[in-house]
C-alpha cells in the first residue's frame, strides 16, 4: 500500500474507491506489527481501530462520514481515553484505566478519527530522548541507533514509521517539537490554552499544551481547528476565535532570527550552517530576515526547570499509592504506603523532579528560586513581545543537534539543554512550530522553529506552507 503522507489524499482514494478504511487500519496494524522492536506504541487498539474503520466506511459511502474520516491517529501515553490503560509510561500509573475521556480526543472522535494505540513516551512527559520510559526506549525508525526525541517520542517515531497518518503528543517545554525535527516532521505547539487540557495527565500546568506532528500543514491546521476552543472542563482554555487555515499567503513576511542563538556554544557545526542557509534561503523568497538580540537566552533553561519541576512536584503528589495503581507491596502504614510506593513507582528523572521542585517551593529558598524564576519569566515573556511588535515570527534552530545516539546523553544538564530553543514558547505561552526544512551532513532531519505571537497560529501555517511547498 502507498505510504500516505496527508488526509487528502486518503480521503480522495476512499471517495475514488481505491481504497478502503478498513484496509487502510490493517495496513497500520500491519506495519506496526514488523516495527515492534522499535518499541513505539504501548498497546494498539487494533479489534476497536477495525471496527470503527468499518463503521466509518459505512458512513463514507453514505456521505455522512465528519471531517477526519480516514485519519488514523496515535495518541501519546499520557492523554486519557475513557475505558482504556493510561500510564504516562509510568510504573506508578500500571494497570491504571481513564474514567473519562479528553476534550482533544473526544473531538477528534466527534469527526470521525480513529485511534489506534497509545505511544511511548519519557515517564510523565519529563525527558528529551524517551529514554526515561519505565517502557524502554524508542528506537528512531530514521536510524534505529538513534533516539526519536522526547518526551513524545512514540508518537514522533509512529508518524516517521508510518504506523499512523497523525499523532498527539504534549509539548511543555519542547515534547512535540524536538522529536519531529528528529524525526523530519511538522511538530506544533499551540498558544497555551488553545487546546484543553482536560484529560492530560498534568507535568506543569501552566506550561503544557496538546498539539500533532503530521507531514504537512494542512494536516496540522485541521487538527488544531478541530480540538482547539473553549471547554468547560478546562478553566485556562481560551474562547479566542480559531480560524480555520485557507493556504499560505502572499504577503512577505517580517522575520527575526536570534543572533545569540548562533553564537552559542554546544550548537553544532551543521545545525549552524543549515539555519543561515535557511535564512538565505528565506531571503531569496522576498522575506525579511534581520537578526535580533536575546540577552536572557541562557536564563530560560534554568527558569524553565525551577518552574516546571516545582510545578510537577505539586501535580504528582496526587500518585500516593492509594488514589491511582501501583501500591507497594511492602507497605504497612500510609507512611510506608507513600515513601515506597512513591519510591518504587517513580523512575530516578521523576524523583529528581520532584526533589527539586519541592526544594525550590519550600519556605527557606522560594524567594531566592521559584518567586525569581517568576519574575524571569515575566521579562522573558515582555522581552519576546517587544520583539514580535516589529516582526510576525521569531525564528531559531528547533534542537542544537540532529538525534543522538541511545544513551549517549548521561548528564541530565546536558540533556536539559536540549530544550534551549523551545522553552520560549511554553514560558510565554506563544504557539510555535517546527518544519522539516533540512537535513545534515549525515542525511538525518532537521527542524526549523518559528514563533508567533499569541493567537496568531496562522502565521505559522503561513510560513509552513509556503516553505514546505517551496521545497516540494
Ligand atoms: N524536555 C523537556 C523536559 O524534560 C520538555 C518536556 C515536555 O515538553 N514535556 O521537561
Redesign the pocket.
Known amino acids: 500500500m502507498e505510504n500516505y503522507k496527508d488526509l487528502k489524499t486518503i480521503q480522495k482514494d476512499l471517495k475514488e474507491g481505491k481504497l478502503s478504511l478498513p484496509a487502510l487500519v490493517s495496513h497500520y496494524l500491519d506495519v506496526i506489527k514488523k516495527g515492534q522492536d522499535l518499541n513505539i506504541f504501548l498497546e494498539v487498539w487494533d479489534e476497536e481501530a477495525l471496527a470503527k474503520a468499518k463503521e466509518i466506511q459505512e458512513k463514507l459511502n453514505a456521505g455522512t462520514a465528519g471531517r477526519l474520516a480516514g485519519a488514523v491517529i496515535g495518541v501519546k501515553d499520557n492523554i486519557c481515553l475513557k475505558g482504556h490503560k493510561v500510564s504516562a509510561s509510568s510504573k506508578i500509573l500500571a494497570g491504571f484505566e481513564s474514567i473519562y475521556t479528553a476534550t482533544s480526543l473526544d473531538r477528534l472522535l466527534a469527526e470521525d478519527a480513529i485511534l489506534i494505540g497509545r505511544s511511548n513516551c519519557?515517564e510523565f512527559?519529563?525527558?528529551?530522548s524517551n529514554e526515561n520510559s519505565a517502557y524502554g526506549a524508542v528506537k528512531n525508525p530514521l536510524d534505529v541507533t538513534r533516539v526519536p526525541g522526547?518526551?513524545?517520542g512514540g508518537s514522533a517515531a509512529a508518524v516517521a514509521a508510518g504506523m499512523c497518518l497523525m499523532a498527539l503528543g504534549?509539548?511543555?517545554?519542547?515534547?512535540?517539537r524536538?522529536p519531529a525535527s528528529f524525526c523530519g516532521l511538522v511538530g506544533f505547539k499551540p498558544t497555551y490554552g488553545r487546546i484543553s487540557r482536560y484529560g492530560l495527565i498534568a507535568?506543569?500546568s501552566s506550561?503544557?499544551q496538546i498539539g500533532p506532528f503530521t507531514h504537512t500543514i494542512e494536516d496540522a491546521a485541521l487538527l488544531y481547528e478541530i480540538m482547539a476552543g473553549r471547554d468547560e472542563m478546562d478553566a485556562t482554555s481560551s474562547s479566542e476565535k480559531v480560524n480555520a487555515f485557507k493556504g499560505a499567503e502572499k504577503k512577505p513576511l517580517r522575520i527575526a532570527y536570534i543572533q545569540d542563538c548562533l553564537e552559542r556554544e554546544g550548537l553544532s557545526e551543521e545545525v549552524k550552517k543549515a539555519f543561515n542557509q535557511e535564512i538565505q534561503n528565506l531571503k531569496a523568497q522576498g522575506h525579511t530576515l534581520e537578526p535580533v538580540s536575546f540577552p536572557l537566552l541562557d536564563s530560560m533553561i534554568p527558569v524553565?526547570?525551577v518552574l516546571?519541576t516545582a510545578e510537577a512536584s505539586s501535580n504528582l503528589a496526587r500518585f500516593d499509592g492509594i488514589h491511582y495503581g501501583y501500591r507497594s507491596k511492602e507497605a504497612k502504614d500510609i507512611e510506608s504506603t507513600y515513601v515506597l510506593s512513591r519510591s518504587e513507582g517513580f523512575g530516578m528523572e521523576v524523583q529528581r523532579r520532584i526533589m527539586l521542585g519541592t526544594f525550590v517551593l519550600s519556605a527557606g529558598y522560594y524567594d531566592s528560586y521559584y518567586s525569581k524564576a517568576q519574575k524571569i519569566r515575566r521579562l522573558i515573556k515582555e522581552n519576546t513581545e517587544e520583539i514580535l511588535k516589529d516582526f510576525d515570527l521569531i525564528m531559531t534552530p528547533s534542537c542544537p543537534s540532529v538525534a543522538f545516539p541511545i544513551d549517549s546523553v548521561k548528564d541530565p544538564i546536558a540533556?536539559?539543554l536540549?530544550?534551549i530553543f523551545?522553552?520560549q514558547a511554553?514560558l510565554t505561552g506563544m504557539p510555535a512550530i517546527t518544519l522539516p526544512l533540512t537535513t545534515a551532513d549525515e542525511g538525518l532531519p532537521l527542524g526549523i522553529h518559528f514563533l508567533a505571537a499569541p493567537f496568531r497560529e496562522d502565521r505559522l501555517f503561513d510560513i509552513g506552507a509556503r516553505c514546505i511547498h517551496e521545497m516540494a
Not at 125 to 128: H, I, L, Q, R
Open positions: 519519557d512527559a519529563m525527558g528529551s522526547g518526551s513524545s504534549s509539548d511543555t517545554g519542547g515534547s512535540i524536538q507535568y506543569a506550561f503544557d524553565y526547570y516546571t540533556m536539559y536540549q530544550d523551545t522553552v511554553n
